[in-house]
């Protein structure tokens, strides 16, 4: 399912934190909705429609084998996310780096004695 085509798109589909869960649980599994079930206190048809829209944004993958459904996770549309995040990191950064600059050079200026500071505060103890 292309991302033009998909009901939900990725950030949508990981606002939910059950459906955040549901992706950490299939990281490294394949799992049938019975056995994802046990893992939620919810129940069985909730788990179902959350799998759905995972599965509508492409962040899951969806197998019949025998008589059940196995689900796992699709990675790839995560990269869009990673992408969008990547800009804002970036930003962050900038603003961590400025703050730091900022808090050294006023430490720096602390650390060095000021010579007319000295004389007022004599003065002033006077």
Do not use: C
């Amino acid at each position: 399912m292309s991302s033009s085509t998909a009901k939900h798109d990725v950030f949508q589909a990981i606002a939910d934190p059950t459906r955040r869960k549901l992706l950490q649980l299939l990281t490294d599994q394949e799992m049938p909705v019975t056995a994802i079930s046990r893992h939620f206190p919810i129940s069985r048809t909730a788990v179902s429609k959350h799998l759905r829209i995972l599965s509508e944004a492409g962040l899951v993958k969806e197998q019949r084998v025998g008589r059940e459904t196995r689900y796992r996770m699709q990675p790839e549309p995560l990269e869009e996310l990673k992408s969008w995040l990547s800009y804002y990191e970036r930003f962050w950064d900038n603003k961590l780096n400025a703050l730091k600059r900022l808090v050294e050079a006023e430490h720096s200026e602390e650390l060095q004695p000021s010579g007319p500071r000295l004389v007022e505060r004599k003065q002033d103890e006077q």
